[in-house]
T-cell receptor
């Protein structure tokens, strides 16, 4: 158990819909990262927050947005969903900035039909 | 921007030592090199992290040459349960922005 909690674990929805994925980082971790992993693919970095502020942005589509709240939990919002958005979405937290030590949640599997 | 290259796949047998090398040029000079293991439908799990020379823990060793342009993850006496995808991760500080650069992953298959 990494200490990072993601909900929901599974989500099935239709094209054009909007979903919100939630992440609770490990206690005390200020950094939260979001990654997308399509079937049999590597990790695609989406966005990073540190203590409520956006720190880095990767290949995140304009249809996607995220935020980190004062209690440090984070949400990833995916809208106008397309079939190609079907993937595992991972959240990771880190105890320090500028370190490669990440603790990953078990992911949210999104299926868009 | 830093770039990482690692083999797409590797096969080995139970009881053997497996070495997976990641090439990474232009990494941040004061940053660590980290390796992760990922099983299907699970989040990646931290294996080992190092800055230079050699680091060893209970599951693996990490060898980093002086120029830090590559790193080698060594798994001693692998078992079937070591079948997984292994990723290297480095930091890059181009344009004063810190970014984490992931390798594409090496799919390791251990045979009986």
């Amino acid at each position: 158990d990494s200490g990072v909690t993601q909900t929901p674990k599974h989500l099935i929805t239709a094209t054009g819909q909007r979903v919100t994925l939630r992440c609770s980082p490990r206690s005390g971790d200020l950094s939260v990262y979001w990654y997308q992993q399509s079937l049999d693919q590597g990790l695609q970095f989406l966005i990073q927050y540190y203590n409520g502020e956006e720190r880095a942005k990767g290949n995140i589509l304009e249809r996607f947005s995220a935020q980190q709240f004062p209690d440090l939990h984070s949400e990833l919002n995916l809208s106008s969903l397309e079939l190609g958005d079907s993937a595992l979405y991972f959240c990771a937290s880190s105890p320090r900035r500028g370190t490669g030590e990440l603790f990953f949640g078990e992911g949210s599997r999104l299926t868009v039909l | 921007l830093a770039k990482t290259t690692q083999p797409i796949s590797m096969d080995s047998y139970e009881g053997q030592e497996v070495n997976i090398t990641c090439s990474h040029n232009n990494i941040a000079t004061n940053d660590y090199i980290t390796w992760y293991q990922q099983f299907p439908s699970q989040g990646p799990r931290f294996i080992i992290q190092g800055y230079k020379t050699k680091v060893t823990n209970e599951v693996a060793s990490l060898f980093i040459p002086a120029d830090r342009k590559s790193s080698t993850l060594s798994l001693p006496r692998v078992s079937l349960s070591d079948t997984a995808v292994y990723y290297c991760l480095v930091g890059d500080r181009a344009d004063s922005n810190y970014q984490l650069i992931w390798g594409a992953g090496t799919k390791l298959i251990i045979k009986p």
